[in-house]
Structures are given as C-alpha cells and as structure tokens.
C-alpha cells in the first residue's frame, strides 16, 4: 500500500517523510506536481496516482535472476584468481598462486622456454628462486589448470540451475558457494538485497542531498 504527501508541504514534512518510509520501511519514493508517493515495490505511477504495476512480476524476476548470475559470476572470478598450489620443480616445493599475473609469467614463460631455454630468475612464492625449464612451466600449468577449470564448469551449472527456475523465489533459494564460503540459513537482511536494489536510485537522489538543503535552510 502506498502513501502520500500532500502539496504543499516543508522541507523538514518532506525529509521526515522520507526517512520514515524509504529509509525505515523501505519503499520507493517517487515525487510529482501535487504529491510526494511512498511506493510499494509492485506500485508504479500512473497520471499522478499510485496503480499496481502490470509487468511487475516478471521485472522483478528478472532483476533477481541478473543478481544471481552476477553473484556466480563474481564469486567465480574471486575464486580462480584466489588459490595457491605447491610443486615440487627440482627437487624443492615450490608455490604459485592462481592470479592473473602468475598466468601472464607463465604464458610469457612458456613461449621463452618453447626454444629449449629457460625463463629465469622467477621467484615462487615461498620464496624459491627458479630457472624455469620447458617441463617446470608445463608442469606448474597443469596444476594451475586442475584448479581453475572446475570453477567453470561449477559456475556453468549454477547458470544452468538458475535459468531453469521459473520463479523469483526458485532462484532465491539457490546458493552460491564454489568451497570457500560458508554456507549459512539466510536472514532477512540478505532476502531483502534485491529490494534494496531497486530502491538504491531513488534513495540516491532524496536522502542526503535532501537532509543537508535542509540543515542549510535551518541555519
């Protein structure tokens, strides 16, 4: 159910307004000539007045299921350029981490090390300094490789799972977890982060701003 603020109204009504329905409550606020409008998720205006918004449903199941292919995405990412792995490379452990740059020395390594040389000096990162040789480059490759790859086709299943789903609700209840992250019951602060979304634009536009002009006028 929405609410509304009469024209015309002060600055410190309009701030209070505010405050007590978007930030407090969480609804969307939108202003027009004759009033100000605390609007529900599913309300829209239409020719001044406040109406259920048709096409509601199916926008919100889509922004839940962009959020959702955003967070496999994203913790996919995280994932692959966060891991350590050890070798042994002649005769001493030896670590590497799975960052971009490691793939970048690698490649670079590998192309140096293609013509019988080495890629030298390169430290690892317990320290060990090596002379790559052609079979050390390829041998720390296939390790990189053995982790990374099974975070594709782990975030691959997710987009599978999710595009599946037919509800809002389906998608919400998928959680995302490629080892690291503990998988906990969710709360409400974390099922209200798609309506936070929504919202974010608006409460951009009337929170702060709004607050300072009026300690301003007040001064």
């Known amino acids: 159910m929405s609410y509304c603020l009469e024209k015309p109204y002060t600055d410190t009504q309009r701030a209070d307004f ?42 919100h199941f889509e922004q839940v299921k962009a959020l959702k292919l955003k967070e496999a995405e994203t913790k996919c990412t995280e994932k692959r350029y966060n891991q350590t792995f050890t070798v042994t490379l002649q005769e ?4 590497f981490d799975t960052t971009e740059q490691t793939q970048s020395d690698l490649q670079t390594a590998a192309i140096v090390t293609s013509s019988g040389g080495t890629y030298d000096n390169w430290v690892t990162n317990n320290g060990v300094v090596l002379n790559l040789t052609m079979q050390d480059v390829q041998t720390v490759f296939a390790q990189f490789f053995l982790l990374v790859s099974p975070l594709y086709t782990k975030q691959l299943e997710y987009i599978q799972q999710i595009n599946a789903c037919t509800t809002a609700e389906e998608i919400e209840a998928i959680v995302i977890n490629y080892g690291d992250e503990p998988i906990e019951e969710e709360t409400d602060e974390e099922n ?10 608006i409460e951009e536009d009337l929170s702060d701003q709004e607050i300072s002009d009026i300690s301003d006028n007040e001064e």
């Open 18 to 59: 505010i405050v007590e329905y978007n930030r407090k409550n969480g609804l969307r606020i939108e202003e027009t000539d004759k009033n100000l409008f605390a609007l529900e998720p599913n309300e829209i205006i239409v020719d001044g007045e406040p109406v259920i918004n048709p096409d509601y449903e199916q926008e």
């Open 92 to 95: 001493q452990d030896c670590e």
């Open 192 to 201: 209200s982060e798609v309506e936070e979304a929504e919202l974010t634009e």
